[in-house]
């Protein structure tokens, strides 16, 4: 039990200092800079393995909302040059 208890503290230690470096995840390249920073403190030990496999699941489910919210918003642009053309 008590290494359990160490070992889910050390868990929670490191989260918390991924949590403080908490940034803004809405564009591609704040994303890069997010996994890549990840995949450095996973390397050198300072975010568990499971930590790291949990942020970059959620960062590729990021990418694809960046990627629909983009896809969304040139497909509004394209609806209204065609709306525009028809009312010409």
């Known amino acids: ?3 359990a208890r160490q070992r889910g503290g050390a868990a929670a230690s490191k989260l ?3 949590a403080g470096r908490r940034r803004k995840l809405t564009s591609a390249g704040a994303l890069v800079d997010f996994v890549s920073g990840v995949i450095h403190d996973t390397l050198e030990g300072r975010v568990e393995v499971d930590i ?3 942020c ?5 489910i990021q990418r694809a909302l960046i990627q629909a919210g983009d ?3 040139r497909l509004a642009v394209v609806e ?7 009312t010409r």
Request: charged share 25%; hydrophobic share 50%.
């Open 1 to 3: 039990m008590r290494a």
């Open 16 to 18: 918390r200092a991924l």
């Open 52 to 54: 790291a496999r949990t």
């Open 56 to 60: 970059l699941y959620g960062a590729s």
């Open 71 to 73: 896809l969304e918003q």
């Open 80 to 86: 209204a040059q065609l709306v525009a053309r028809r």
